[in-house]
């Protein structure tokens, strides 16, 4: 049972360059989101998802696409990559917000656009 | 705009002493507050959570203070020893709708 499984770890972009972060869980979870984490800001909802062909914007959405063809896969697509950008990438996934033991979070990605 | 403010951003603590941890919200529709727990390099992990029936969960050193009418909420770790030294979440959502908005995050150090 391997949980959220997030790749790659690491990454440095150059500006403009697009990518794709990989999220994988293994445990049947309907509920899926993205997350990134700066300094002071906490971890900051990129978009969620509550089921498969189901996706929704979170508070900060712009540069960012996803997709959830699957329910086991819920990837986030960096359009022309921004130094903004730079941050730790979180994935996370649960039967729902307030099950009783609450996100799955994955290990992150360390994401750094030069 | 945040819709859940953390506060304090960094905390030290005397090991054996209580670590207290507020939050506050806007948004009156939030009906679930978690807490998370990080430690360096890893992904956050739920430490304890309420709903706004109750005005007070404890489960062992920690218990989470909710104050409907001045929308806010606390986490009290009591006895607080170095293993607690981490970054601490609160966050918030409504219904089921899958969104759970965190605050800023406080980093906690205990020291021996």
């Known amino acids: 049972n391997a949980g959220v499984t997030q790749t790659p770890k690491f990454q440095v972009l150059k500006t403009g360059q697009s990518m794709t972060l990989q999220c994988a869980q293994d445990m049947n979870h309907e509920y899926m989101s993205w997350y990134r984490q700066d300094p002071g800001m906490g971890l900051r909802l990129i978009h969620y998802s509550v089921g498969a062909g189901i996706t929704d914007q979170g508070e900060v959405p712009n540069g960012y696409n996803v997709s959830r063809s699957t329910t086991e896969d819920f990837p986030l697509r960096l359009l022309s990559a921004a130094p903004s950008q730079t941050s730790v990438y979180f994935c996370?996934?649960?039967?729902?917000?307030?099950?009783?033991?609450?996100?799955?979070f994955g290990s992150g990605t360390r994401l750094t656009v030069v | 705009q945040q819709q859940v403010k953390q506060s304090p951003q960094s905390l030290i603590v005397q090991k054996g002493g209580i670590s207290i941890i507020n939050c506050a919200y806007e948004n009156t529709a939030f009906d679930y507050f978690p807490w998370y727990q990080q430690f360096p390099g890893k992904g956050p992990a739920l430490l304890i959570a309420?709903?706004?029936?109750?005005s007070e969960k404890k489960e062992g050193r920690f218990t989470i203070s909710f104050n409907k009418s001045a929308k806010q909420f606390s986490l009290h770790i009591m006895d607080s020893q170095p293993g607690d030294s981490a970054t601490y979440f609160c966050?918030?959502?409504?219904?089921?709708?899958?969104?759970?908005?965190f605050g800023q995050g406080t980093t906690l150090q205990v020291k021996p």
């Open positions: 966050a918030a959502s409504s219904g089921n709708t899958g969104k759970l908005i």
């Open positions: 996370a996934s649960s039967y729902s917000i307030a099950w009783a033991n609450g996100y799955t």
């Open positions: 309420i709903r706004p029936d109750v």
